[in-house]
């Protein structure tokens, strides 16, 4: 039988400096990191999803408005209006503004915006650091709680674009593309580490409009001394070999004014907004080729007017009118003139906010049914974009959520 090993006085002091070196790093650790400088107050119960308008109000009155700086859009998903400003996301009682959860940590929001994928409804709140806009939680939109997290390398500023399966995260120089659980499934652009150097097609591009549907991605880049915008098809996941799905890039304008922007993409094609030589829609085939040009009334427009899926359409605002699009098709339907931003479809009616507040459209064919009057203080002009809630309609301008309940 071996005898034991004897400890020397010097093996016990090295066990113990070992010790307390490795707890000295794991509470530098915690200091340090986004859960020490988060505070998470969740609800106690998810919130209620609200029943389905069945008719439109007749009439709406404001119950409550928040400021939002983060969100670009009214996030209006779970049973609560999200908002997002500082570094504070909270999900509010829509019918009282109270708030239900909240989620807050100590660098600033670079935005928030809602996602319903997986059969859930997630917050997606991205946050700060020194590597750009690249703290990004998923959170339970019903409750508050944490669903998943992630961070990578991003650009100061990320334009955000989402169908049922992924959410694309476009900054200038790169984009990303992530799953549900926010793992990444590609990453364009700029990559500063490449797992597989020599697979980015490009480089040296900036990237001025994205969108993503039925696993494809489009992109609007600028690249080095091409004289006009390209237009790239993307695959949203990786191929067998672990490269890049080019599907498509080509040239599509003869010169650098006004980027289009991506409206509506599928498997078959993309459509974007184009302001000049005139304003019209373009839809381009999934191989890039020019397909139907449609003239729509417009104005140059930036990033500011962003495509929303509300019911079977997509709408968009082109700075002087509301084209509704069919998302299969990816073809204009109508335009609705003198808008102020995208609509809602509410009860089977389009809803659109207008200088005096919300019109009622026949979702068929455009034709008005009805105007209803709505204040809003505060208001200094620029694109409104809504969201619904139940018969409630949340609207947003610039940093201000104005939340409309049907008048009593």
Known sequence: MLRPERRTPLDIVIVVVLIVIVAASAVAIWATSSAQNTESDPAALAAAEPAEATSVPLAFTEAWRASSSATATPVAIGGVVVTGDGGAVVGHDPATGAALWSYTRDIPLCTVTGWSAGGRDYAIAIYRNARGCSEVTALDAATGKRASSRSSDADNSLDISFDRDYVVAQGDTRLEAWRTDLVRTIEYGRVDAPVNPGTQPRSGCEFVSSGVGSSRIAVIERCGIEPGYRLTILGATLDNDEKLQEFASTIITGELGVPPRIV????????????????????????????????????????????????DVITFWTGKATVVIDPATLEARFQVPETLGPGVVMAGSLLLPSATGISEHNLTNGQPIGSIPVERAGYNGGII????????LVQQWDSTVSVLAPAQ
Do not use: F, H, W
Not at 264 to 292: F, H, R
Not at 385 to 392: K, P, S, V
């Open 264 to 311: 509506a993409v599928n498997q078959t094609g993309v459509t974007m907004y184009v302001s000049s030589p005139s304003p019209m829609l373009e839809t381009y085939g999934a191989d890039g080729t020019i397909k139907n040009r449609t003239t729509v009334l417009g104005d140059p427009i930036g990033i500011e007017s962003k495509p929303i899926t509300s019911g």
């Open 385 to 392: 974009t809504l969201a619904d809630i139940g018969n409630q």
